[in-house]
C-alpha cells in the first residue's frame, strides 16, 4: 500500500453511477467528477514553522468531501486513488 507522507491523506474515490435515473446512458465528459470518497491512508502529520507537529485530524475509515478539482490521481496496482492534502479535505460524512 502507498503511505503518505506529512500531511497528506490517500482517498479512494467512490465511482459514479453509468446511467441517470431515466436510465440514460452519460458519456464519460458528461458525468460530474465525484466529491466524496474513503480515507485509505494518511501521513504523520505537518510540521509547523517552529518545529512543533500538527496531528492529522482524519483517520482511515473516514469517508470525506473534498473541493471538486483537489489532489493527484494515482493508480497503484490497477486501484486508482487521489492523494491530497488534508487542507483540502471540506468536510467528514457522518
Not at 60 to 70: E, I
Request: negative net charge; proline residues 2%; without cysteine.
Amino acid at each position: 500500500m502507498l503511505k503518505p507522507l506529512g500531511d497528506r491523506v490517500i482517498l479512494e474515490v467512490e465511482k459514479e453511477e453509468e446511467k441517470t435515473v431515466g436510465g440514460i446512458v452519460l458519456a464519460g465528459g458528461a458525468k460530474e467528477k465525484p466529491q466524496t470518497a474513503k480515507v485509505v491512508a494518511v501521513g504523520t502529520g505537518r510540521i509547523l514553522d517552529d518545529s512543533k507537529k500538527l496531528e492529522m485530524t482524519l483517520k482511515v475509515g473516514d469517508v470525506v468531501v473534498f473541493d471538486k478539482y483537489a489532489g493527484a490521481q494515482v493508480e497503484f496496482e490497477g486501484q486508482e486513488y487521489l492523494v491530497m492534502h488534508e487542507k483540502d479535505i471540506l468536510a467528514v460524512v457522518e
